[in-house]
């Protein structure tokens, strides 16, 4: 099945389609919000994961998670509302950082300095946007060779090479003056997080349980404060209002191995959000031409060019906000767009920035861990559509995952190659992508007979599949109904 096979709809008796519909203010406000809630907890995690990582201190964090916002902000309103013919898919997608970016992210920077290989990062993200921008279009030839075995596989690593992270978080580092570094204390701390998000998804039902994570960061640290495991006193320091921080790291600085796996990171991305449009066209009954796919995608290179600039990370489609849109069954694209513009603002107070970058580190821990092992389950649950019967698809993810994991598990396994070699495989996602997807091309690809489709037809096909994470924990398979 393909976008120009699919049947025509049933004529509606109005002439503006639901995702075109203006709603009043004050329910444009609310629906909003509620999205903007769905995924702040995912949105901000990717700074506060990655800030420590590299040794950043917490006024360097406050402004990682301010961009963050500004360029997720910025993002979700071109994705809602389009620019020409260019950019936005024009359908309820909410754009937020990727965790495909993470890892690469602190390898890069790990290897070229800390801090100062920053500018390594995002002179390589600089350019991964561009090339994002040049292949948007043309995906369709692309995303054919990332089926669910490849798409599963990916996701997989995604989620167990983040695990080291939060663990850092929950455990303390003495050099970034934590206190009560290893303590029962902090790791209990970080166990009332895992388990209020376990208690609010169960006892709960609809919005309350689709913020479990939100809720549980806010109680982690209401608890934390009276541990003694909270400083907020920067936040006073804070302005109320503050313009982005171009280039606060320096100038964009490139090498051949960060560009190399930057681009595969955006590749990984253009997949995942491809799933997502897809499910949300679905889900608001709209037909999502391969124009439009491709002008969403391009939204996607833009936030990585922009991401550049103001110390930022490349969005893409989050699959909560497409879950609540299938449960809330609300279809307008002006909502997110409010939603956007709530992000933008937020981007734009550095005390919202700098209060979240205070958050107690075993509190975002906790959080993280169920986040990181909730994408590892999503890979699983994509890897279920794959036929492993009279075929190579079993040894070919075992042979990816186990030369993703070796960096994971040691991270200086590749210590005596050379640096750029280290920078492409040292990075579990870029490593497992390139063995997985060679892999599917020798097995699956270069034998006779085989057919070429183009991407949407592919993930049409596939089943295309988006997961609500905050629906109760469970995953949800987005071309089904969501459950109420």
Same mark, same amino acid.
């Given at each position: 099945m393909s976008l120009?096979?699919?049947?025509?709809?049933?004529?509606?008796?109005?002439?503006?389609?639901?995702?075109?519909?203006? $709603?009043?203010? &004050?329910?444009?406000?609310?629906?909003?919000?509620?999205?903007?809630f769905i995924m702040y907890a995912g949105a901000v995690a990717v700074p506060l994961i990655?800030?420590?990582?590299?040794? $950043?201190?917490? &006024?360097?964090?406050?402004i990682l998670v301010s961009a963050d916002l500004l360029v997720s902000g910025i993002a979700t309103i071109i994705q809602s509302v389009g620019i020409s013919q260019l950019f936005g898919v024009r359908l309820p997608v909410v754009a937020g950082a990727t965790f495909t970016v993470l890892n690469p992210m602190i390898i890069i920077a790990t290897q070229y300095g800390g801090r100062s290989g920053l500018p390594y990062v995002y002179g390589a993200m600089l350019i991964s946007g561009i090339f994002g921008l040049i292949i948007a279009k043309p995906f369709s030839m692309i995303v054919r060779f990332f089926p669910p075995l490849v798409a599963g596989t990916v996701i997989c690593i995604i989620g167990l090479s983040l695990a080291g992270a939060d663990i850092t978080l929950i455990y303390g580092d003495a050099h970034n003056g934590d206190k009560y570094v290893g303590s029962v204390g902090r790791i209990a701390l970080a166990g009332l997080v895992i388990v209020m998000i376990l208690v609010i998804s169960r006892i709960f039902r609809g919005f309350i349980s689709q913020i479990a994570v939100l809720l549980s960061l806010v109680i982690g640290t209401v608890v934390a404060s009276f541990m003694h495991l909270t400083n907020f006193g920067n936040v006073s320091n804070a302005a109320w209002f503050g313009a982005p921080h171009i280039f606060h790291f320096g100038g964009p600085k490139f090498a051949a191995a960060p560009i190399i796996t930057m681009c595969i990171v955006m590749v990984v991305t253009y997949t995942e959000s491809t799933a997502d449009m897809i499910a949300v066209g679905e889900l608001v009954d709209k037909d999502l031409t391969p124009n439009d796919l491709a002008r969403g995608l391009a939204t996607d290179g833009l936030s990585a060019v922009l991401a550049s600039f103001t110390n930022s990370f490349p969005d893409t489609a989050f699959a909560e906000n497409v879950g609540l849109v299938g449960l809330t069954k609300v279809r307008s694209r002006w909502v997110v767009t409010v939603c956007g513009v709530l992000l933008l603002i937020m981007g734009l107070i550095p005390k919202v920035g700098q209060l979240i970058a205070d958050l107690p580190g075993p509190v975002i821990g906790g959080g993280a861990t169920v986040m990181f092992a909730m994408v590892t389950a999503v890979g699983i649950q994509t890897l279920h559509k794959v036929n492993f019967e009279d075929n190579h698809n079993l040894l070919i993810v075992a042979s990816a995952l186990a030369v993703g994991l070796l960096p994971a598990f040691d991270p200086n396994f590749y210590n005596k190659f050379p640096k750029d070699f280290q920078v492409i495989f040292g990075s579990s996602i870029t490593a497992t992508v390139l063995v997985v997807f060679v892999l599917n091309l020798i097995f699956n690809h270069w034998t006779s007979g085989t057919t070429r489709t183009g991407a949407v037809q592919t993930a049409v096909s596939e089943g295309a599949v988006a997961v609500d994470v905050p629906h109760g924990g469970v995953p949800v398979r987005l071309h089904e109904k969501v459950p109420d």
């Amino acid at each position: 099945m393909s976008l120009d096979s699919i049947p025509t709809r049933r004529p509606r008796t109005s002439e503006v389609h639901p995702v075109d519909e203006v $709603l009043p203010a &004050h329910k444009l406000f609310v629906f909003g919000l509620q999205h903007l809630f769905i995924m702040y907890a995912g949105a901000v995690a990717v700074p506060l994961i990655v800030g420590p990582a590299i040794g $950043l201190k917490s &006024h360097d964090i406050a402004i990682l998670v301010s961009a963050d916002l500004l360029v997720s902000g910025i993002a979700t309103i071109i994705q809602s509302v389009g620019i020409s013919q260019l950019f936005g898919v024009r359908l309820p997608v909410v754009a937020g950082a990727t965790f495909t970016v993470l890892n690469p992210m602190i390898i890069i920077a790990t290897q070229y300095g800390g801090r100062s290989g920053l500018p390594y990062v995002y002179g390589a993200m600089l350019i991964s946007g561009i090339f994002g921008l040049i292949i948007a279009k043309p995906f369709s030839m692309i995303v054919r060779f990332f089926p669910p075995l490849v798409a599963g596989t990916v996701i997989c690593i995604i989620g167990l090479s983040l695990a080291g992270a939060d663990i850092t978080l929950i455990y303390g580092d003495a050099h970034n003056g934590d206190k009560y570094v290893g303590s029962v204390g902090r790791i209990a701390l970080a166990g009332l997080v895992i388990v209020m998000i376990l208690v609010i998804s169960r006892i709960f039902r609809g919005f309350i349980s689709q913020i479990a994570v939100l809720l549980s960061l806010v109680i982690g640290t209401v608890v934390a404060s009276f541990m003694h495991l909270t400083n907020f006193g920067n936040v006073s320091n804070a302005a109320w209002f503050g313009a982005p921080h171009i280039f606060h790291f320096g100038g964009p600085k490139f090498a051949a191995a960060p560009i190399i796996t930057m681009c595969i990171v955006m590749v990984v991305t253009y997949t995942e959000s491809t799933a997502d449009m897809i499910a949300v066209g679905e889900l608001v009954d709209k037909d999502l031409t391969p124009n439009d796919l491709a002008r969403g995608l391009a939204t996607d290179g833009l936030s990585a060019v922009l991401a550049s600039f103001t110390n930022s990370f490349p969005d893409t489609a989050f699959a909560e906000n497409v879950g609540l849109v299938g449960l809330t069954k609300v279809r307008s694209r002006w909502v997110v767009t409010v939603c956007g513009v709530l992000l933008l603002i937020m981007g734009l107070i550095p005390k919202v920035g700098q209060l979240i970058a205070d958050l107690p580190g075993p509190v975002i821990g906790g959080g993280a861990t169920v986040m990181f092992a909730m994408v590892t389950a999503v890979g699983i649950q994509t890897l279920h559509k794959v036929n492993f019967e009279d075929n190579h698809n079993l040894l070919i993810v075992a042979s990816a995952l186990a030369v993703g994991l070796l960096p994971a598990f040691d991270p200086n396994f590749y210590n005596k190659f050379p640096k750029d070699f280290q920078v492409i495989f040292g990075s579990s996602i870029t490593a497992t992508v390139l063995v997985v997807f060679v892999l599917n091309l020798i097995f699956n690809h270069w034998t006779s007979g085989t057919t070429r489709t183009g991407a949407v037809q592919t993930a049409v096909s596939e089943g295309a599949v988006a997961v609500d994470v905050p629906h109760g924990g469970v995953p949800v398979r987005l071309h089904e109904k969501v459950p109420d």
